[in-house]
């Protein structure tokens, strides 16, 4: 938890010196400042089902990540609205189960890693019309994977404002490095110390994503939205580095099919009880070819305490069957043409809960005025197959 806030101390001075631009005037033609959100959080899990020594050992896992968020505007000459959004975020992780691609303690260049992941998106609404085009681009690079994403999108508002029609298409293009367990490699694979080196290869796996939603006003007090998805995925799509161990006792990597296709649906639906109660629910069905079927519903309810004070507990629960290409430890055989023990594609169920305390802060805070929103948030998490997690975060917001 210290880690959190002296990130965030380290950061603040950016975020500071941004926001002191003068807030955007009406129709402004120039770039001008919106808002900056900083979000820093700390995770920790642990569990018994690690992937990568075949469905047993460690899932210990402790993961540091700031992001930092900054939102221009600026109207055109034709009152059209333009909106940038600049996006960075950087993860800190360590990882037990990745320790043991190599099976000797602190070996393996996976054992500890750095995700940076910058993102810059635009969206031009033109309000007269009710419509909105919109895309962005974005990357994310780690040791073992290195991710470019696109996606462009359109909005459009009924006559009436009240309901509003949005499809956006995604492609993520990545490249996975092919770090197979020690034991499975060659020795052209090896670097001098015999372990992880730079000469391994890469493999290549392609996502394409089709988002459908509409939102509807239906009175002051209620409003509904409704998802839809179409994601095709192709390529390499295991994970290397995961160990399968045969009924035999034999130890194979995870072998899985080079195609996945995954529908979502799913519905929001957002109740305001005065001015003082918000009941926010959510419920998404998803299934894919591989034979996963799942559930998702939860629920959040923001109570305001004050006119600067609000708590909002959450609650979420989610159920999955298992994919067809699953078995635990030494229960695949070789007639078997694909096979998983990673336990993230199993029959399990899961629930997430916890809370959040929103300050709204009209003369700032930190001597910093332009600091107008803080919120701690802190969920826990666990799965009926005994993996446990704890995540807190921090949100400041600069208006």
Request: hydrophobic share 35%; proline share 3%.
């Amino acid at each position: 938890m210290k880690k959190v806030f002296l990130s965030v101390a380290a950061l603040l001075g950016l975020l500071h010196a941004k926001a002191q631009e003068s807030k955007p005037t009406e129709k402004s033609r120039k770039l001008t400042f919106e808002e900056a959100n900083l979000v820093s959080s700390y995770y920790h899990q642990d569990g018994n089902n690690s992937a990568v020594t075949g469905g047993i050992g460690s899932e210990r896992l402790t993961d540091i990540s700031n992001n930092i968020e900054v939102v221009l505007l600026k109207y055109d000459k034709k009152d059209r609205k333009n909106k940038f959004t600049f996006n960075i975020g950087l993860d800190h992780y360590t990882s037990a189960s990745s320790d043991m691609i190599d099976l000797k303690a602190n070996s393996s260049a996976s054992h500890a890693d750095n995700r940076i992941y910058p993102s810059i998106s635009w969206s031009r609404e033109n309000e007269k019309k009710g419509s909105t085009l919109m895309g962005g681009i974005s990357l994310s690079s780690e040791f073992d994977y290195q991710s470019y994403g696109a996606n462009i999108g359109f909005a459009q508002k009924t006559k009436n404002r009240m309901g509003e029609f949005t499809a956006r298409f995604q492609t993520y293009l990545d490249q996975v490095k092919l770090v197979t367990p020690i034991e499975l490699r060659s020795n052209t694979n090896l670097g001098s110390g015999g372990s992880e080196h730079e000469n391994y290869g890469s493999s290549g796996r392609n996502t394409y994503a089709l988002s459908l939603s509409y939102s509807q006003i239906i009175n002051s007090n209620f409003q509904v939205e409704f998802l839809a998805d179409a994601v095709q995925q192709s390529g390499f799509l295991s994970l290397p580095f995961h160990r399968v161990y045969f009924i035999d006792g034999t130890v194979h990597q995870e072998a899985l099919p080079d195609k996945r296709f995954k529908i979502p649906l799913g519905m929001r639906a957002n109740y305001f009880f005065g001015d003082q109660f918000i009941m926010r629910a959510y419920y998404r069905y998803y299934r894919d070819d591989w034979g996963i079927k799942s559930n998702t519903a939860s629920i959040e309810m923001p109570i305001k305490l004050s006119p600067f004070v609000s708590l909002s507990p959450f609650y979420r629960y989610y159920r999955q069957t298992a994919a067809k290409y699953f078995a635990a430890y030494q229960q695949h055989s070789g007639l078997d043409d694909y096979y998983t023990s990673n336990y993230d594609l199993s029959q399990f169920s899961s629930n997430f809960y916890g809370a959040g305390v929103r300050l709204n802060l009209p003369n700032g805070l930190f001597g910093i005025r332009k600091l107008d929103m803080l919120e701690l948030r802190y969920g826990h998490y666990s799965k009926s197959v005994g993996m446990k997690s704890d995540i807190i975060s921090l949100n400041l917001r600069f208006k």
